[in-house]
Each structure stands twice: as C-alpha cells, then as structure tokens.
C-alpha cells in the first residue's frame, strides 16, 4: 500500500499553505496499492516531536477502500461524503488542524490504514478511541511524513 502527498515528497517540507501560517487547509494525499481486502480506510496525521507528546492533528476513518485519496481542504466536519467521519484533533476540534510547531523543525506522520472492517463509529473519535476500534482488522498500512518548522 501506499500513501503520498503532491505537495510535499515523503521526508520534504510541508508548504506554509496547509499550516497555521498559512491558510490552514488539508493536504492533498494519494492513496496507491490499496489490499484487495480492504474494506475501510482510516489516516491518522501526528507530530511526535510536540514538547508535551505526540501531538494529533488529523484523523479520518470510514473511507470507503476504492478511494483513491483526498483532495486539498477537506471540510472540518464531522460527517462527510460515502459515510467518511472524521476525528477530534488535538486542537479540541474536528478535521484537520495543520502543523503549527512552537519553534524548529517538526515531523508530521501521516499513517494510512487499511481495515477488513467498515468503521461506522460515530464521528468524532480520538486517537486512542480510533486505535482501539482498529485494533484487531487492521490489514496493511502507508505512511509518509512531511516536515514543517518556524
């Protein structure tokens, strides 16, 4: 499987436009090599280098499996289209909150997941609620990580 940004190459900077600097909108991601038995998809996008922790700043869950990825500035709601949900950041906000990084340079992991399940949860999991609705049906995964700093 694999995951990938037009953006940004894997371990490349992250333009300022889909930062808190910038206009603070998704990035585009591209999925490739999806598992023929994948049913679900679900992304998780992390900075493990934010001083207090592991910092979330996306999750996405329910994906249908044929989808073949996301456009740029996908909507901060909830519930989206084909029963797409999306997760609480750790901005205490739904959707996607951009790299914003105190100072320095930050890594920010964007892990793809393949399920043998559908995940109709309801929308707003949090990290550790999404990881433990996966746990058990998770058939392949992708990542990639882009690097922003201030």
């Known amino acids: 499987m694999k995951l990938a940004s037009p953006v940004f190459e894997d371990g490349g900077m992250i333009p300022p436009l889909y930062t ?7 990035t585009p ?3 490739g090599e999806v598992p023929q038995e994948a ?3 679900a ?3 992390d900075d493990p280098d934010a001083p207090a922790g592991t910092f979330v ?3 996405i869950y329910n994906m249908p499996a044929d989808l ?3 456009a ?3 909507p901060p709601e909830p519930y989206l289209s084909e029963g797409i949900r999306q997760g609480v950041n750790g901005f205490g906000k739904i959707g996607y909150g951009g790299p914003c990084p105190p100072t320095g340079l930050h890594r920010y992991m964007f892990k793809l997941y393949a399920l043998d399940i559908p995940l109709e ?11 433990g609705a996966m746990e058990g049906h998770v058939v392949e995964g992708a990542g990639t990580m882009g690097i922003y700093g201030r």
């Open 68 to 70: 073949r990825g996301l």
């Open 57 to 59: 700043h996306w999750i």
């Open 43 to 45: 992304l998780i996008m």
């Open 39 to 41: 049913v679900s998809l």
């Open 29 to 31: 991601l591209v999925f």
């Open 20 to 26: 808190c600097d910038g206009e603070d909108i998704s």
């Open 121 to 131: 949860r309801e929308a707003g999991l949090s990290k550790h609620e999404l990881l």
């Open 72 to 74: 740029e500035g996908v």
